[in-house]
């Protein structure tokens, strides 16, 4: 019988705090005046919608003239409904 070692198992290089926090990302401060130097004023919320409704929707949406993303077709909808 031969005797051997343990494999070791690979190990985790810890990377340096400066390299992780540098490699990219938007602080939220950039993000808000980046929001603001377009002159957007947008709020993001979630919307539930049943399955029913969506399948609903992407009918509706695949019959629209050229290519139209389910959030804008929503909002085209919406802003229909409110008169604008």
Do not use: C, H
């Not at 490699?23 to 919307?47: P, W």
């Not at 399948?55 to 019959?63: L, P």
């Not at 077709?73 to 008169?83: C, M, Q, T």
Request: aromatic share 4%; hydrophobic share 35%; proline share 1%.
């Amino acid at each position: 019988m031969t005797i051997r070692r343990k494999e070791s198992k690979q190990k985790y290089v810890q990377m340096d705090a400066d390299e992780v926090i540098n490699r990219g990302g938007k602080t939220v401060a950039e993000s808000v005046a980046a929001v603001e130097d377009f002159g957007m004023d947008e709020q993001r919320f979630t919307l539930r919608i049943p399955k029913e409704l969506l399948t609903g929707i992407d009918k509706k949406r695949k019959n629209a003239v050229g290519k139209v993303s389910r959030n804008q077709w929503i909002l085209e909808v919406i802003a229909e409904r409110l008169g604008e």
